[in-house]
């Protein structure tokens, strides 16, 4: 059982959806990321996503990539991610998933990411671009580990498909809402609710959505139908004026959690 | 049929049914973008088999290109090296001006065969850009070009070409604004367009099954140069020269002599101005295996994962990755890959253009100066065939550029 297992069982037992904020790693710097964290976690946030930085993501939008060229250009490097990651570990409860691009694991070694992670408390990683056909490996040692890997199920994914993909997830599996790439909409799609219903006759693990999500009003329409949300280029979009219009840490840490305690009183209030 | 038509190659099978060849290829892209890869290799497949689409695309390489490409002896180039005779496949002479339009017509019949209504595409040097942007007027596709800030700059005459070819271009500004980010780019848009948009993707690179198709397409290139060698030499070449950037070129005249293993074969990597990091192009020659762009191949990272920034003269070799199934080849030794300088190439540039009377694109000016070379190794009665695999007029302008900089 992984913290993630824990997570859901604990959440299940009180009628409650998990809420998932994602904030890239060393965006502006480190240092600001491990406060964000920390007072993501005082907000009551159940889980992060944190993006490790990347050179050519494609599944993202102008926010994330943005905040990926901001840390990267500042001279953020997986190890000292890694050792933010350990520093701020006893202070939070909120487990801590990477997304991080299979470039960047392939680069350190499997055996080796997987060893480091573990070892500063993450819980298990999404690689956007590690589809299930080329995840095998991968995976077996994930599971070797007790390393949850979360992996994606979107519009476009034939239902045979969904459901084989289901079978090799642990954690939680990964709704992508939308064809198409990270960032904020208005208007979530007409068959969201109905594709979100159909996955859940299918598995038994937690389903959490994911891309696009940016409102109170999105998280009241999904939550009979998932288990938990991710937002992300909302929360980077906050966090991104500490960089582009000076803004305070404590500014930034100010708007970032009461943007998430609206959030968490959408989904659970 | 002449024996060297006949034999099976012993990497004709590749990529296995994971896409791979050997280790390399593969599919690491995002789950959005599965089921359109594997509807683009059903499609593939199914037209591989279909006489009628051969039969479409014969013609149109014959009448709307200009195939079959000659085979060129370079004479006074010959003369001037004093090795073996210097001979030039002619894909410069294609409509468009280089080999990209072989590529670019398949995938736009199998765009219709699927149904889609729209096409995507990335380009550096424009090469690319100009024969999709063709390919779509032709068939009355719209288009949409994605094309790295740096690269519009230095790619003006292509830039108006598909301009007026009724292309729309999307300057690319992220990242270090060329060939890469431009494929980045013109992934995110499928991400979101995949259900009736075909990514017409340039070169050998990318996920599978475009490492596949693009070779296949571009094998034209050697399928030609053996029949034409037989007919002029009553042989096989005695070396085959290609430069590689992603290495559709290379793929496309190599694939069909890998089972001739008596034909050495060499790919020439941009060697942009030395062999420090970030100031050349050489992904086979300075790179590690590893993840860019949908394909596990050789590529140039640094020790965190992250792409590195890469430096070429020319436009379209200026990528820091390079298409699985060259890794494959160098892993076997069946290719053996070299590195060309920015000088090296721009001396070779003007050399040919004074001797021969051709201007050759920066790109194959790379695999001319180390045809040249290989020439030099051999024997008067030999023979080494060059791909000259696009025309130089889109450079003058850069060339001159570069030249007054390097006055002062």
């Known amino acids: 059982m992984s913290s993630i297992d824990d997570l859901f069982q604990n959440l299940k037992a009180n009628g409650q959806k998990a809420f998932m904020p994602f904030i890239t790693a060393g965006d502006p710097d480190l240092g600001f990321s491990a406060e964000i964290l920390k007072g993501l976690d005082a907000t009551g946030c159940h889980m992060v996503e944190l993006g490790i930085p990347y050179s050519d993501p494609i599944a993202d939008g102008p926010v994330i990539q943005a905040s990926y060229t901001r840390a990267l250009n500042g001279g953020t490097k997986l190890k000292n991610i890694f050792a933010m990651c350990d520093s701020v570990a006893a202070e939070i409860k909120m487990p801590i998933v990477t997304m991080v691009s299979y470039a960047i694991i392939f680069r350190m070694g499997v055996d080796e990411y997987l060893q480091q992670a573990k070892a500063v408390g993450v819980a298990g990683a999404i690689v956007p671009d590690m589809p299930v056909d080329e995840s095998a490996e991968f995976a077996a040692k994930c599971k070797a580990h007790d390393f949850s890997l979360i992996q994606l199920i979107t519009p476009t994914t034939p239902r045979e498909r969904a459901i084989e993909i289901a079978q090799q997830t642990t954690g939680f599996i990964y709704y992508v809402s939308i064809a198409g790439i990270t960032g904020e909409r208005t208007e979530l799609p007409a068959d969201l609710v109905d594709n979100l219903k159909w996955l859940r006759t299918q598995t038994d693990l937690p389903i959490c959505v994911g891309f696009g999500i940016s409102s109170p009003e999105h998280a009241e329409v999904l939550k009979p139908v998932c288990d938990g949300m991710i937002v992300g280029s909302a929360i980077v979009r906050r966090i991104a004026k500490a960089a582009t219009e000076g803004a305070s840490p404590e500014e930034v840490l100010a708007d970032v959690s009461g943007f998430a305690s609206t959030m968490l009183n959408a989904i659970n209030g | ?408």
Request: hydrophobic share 35%; aromatic share 6%; charged share 25%.
């Open chain 2, 1 to 408: 049929m002449p024996k060297f038509l006949s034999q099976p190659s012993p990497d004709a099978s590749l990529p296995d049914d994971k896409g791979r060849f050997g280790e390399f290829g593969g599919r690491f892209v995002p789950e959005t973008l599965v089921a359109a890869l594997d509807q683009l290799e059903a499609e593939y497949l199914q037209a591989q088999q279909d006489p009628n689409f051969q039969q479409e695309l014969d013609v149109l390489l014959r009448d709307f290109v200009g195939r079959p490409s000659p085979l060129y002896f370079a004479k006074r180039l010959t003369e001037k090296v004093g090795g073996a005779q210097i001979w030039f496949k002619r894909e410069d002479v294609n409509h468009t001006g280089a080999h990209k339009i072989n590529s670019t017509l398949g995938q736009a019949l199998l765009t219709m065969r699927m149904g889609k209504k729209r096409v995507i595409a990335e380009t550096g040097a424009g090469q690319h850009g100009v024969a999709t942007a063709t390919a779509c007027a032709h068939f009355g596709l719209p288009c949409v070009v994605y094309m790295g800030e740096e690269d519009v700059r230095r790619q003006q005459p292509n830039v108006q070409s598909m301009l007026m070819l009724g292309a729309e271009i999307c300057p690319v500004t992220t990242g270090s604004r060329t060939l890469r980010d431009a494929v980045n780019q013109a992934m995110r848009d499928w991400m979101s367009s995949v259900s009736d948009t075909h990514y017409i993707l340039g070169s050998v690179v990318g996920p599978h099954p475009f490492p596949l198709i693009v070779r296949d397409f571009q094998a034209v290139i050697g399928r030609e140069t053996i029949q034409q060698s037989q007919e002029r030499f009553d042989r096989l070449p005695d070396a085959v020269v290609a430069c590689v950037g992603g290495g559709s070129n290379a793929a496309g005249m190599f694939f069909p002599f890998v089972a001739e293993t008596d034909v050495p074969l060499i790919g020439v990597e941009a060697g942009g101005e030395n062999d420090s990091r970030g100031r050349h192009a050489s992904s086979l020659t300075f790179g590690k295996p590893g993840v860019l762009h949908g394909s596990f191949s050789y590529v140039l990272q640094d020790e965190d994962g992250q792409t590195e920034d890469v430096h070429s003269a020319s436009a379209g070799l200026d990528y820091p990755g390079v298409g699985p199934e060259h890794s494959h080849w160098k892993s076997t030794g069946r290719v053996e890959y070299r590195s060309c300088r920015d000088d090296e190439a721009l001396a070779t540039f003007d050399l040919v253009a004074r001797t021969e009377g051709i201007l050759p694109a920066l790109e194959s000016s790379h695999a001319i100066a180390k045809g040249m070379e290989v020439a030099k190794e051999r024997g008067k009665d030999e023979i080494v065939v060059v791909c000259l695999s696009g025309r130089g007029d889109k450079d003058a302008a850069e060339i001159q550029r570069l030249r007054d900089e390097a006055n002062g």
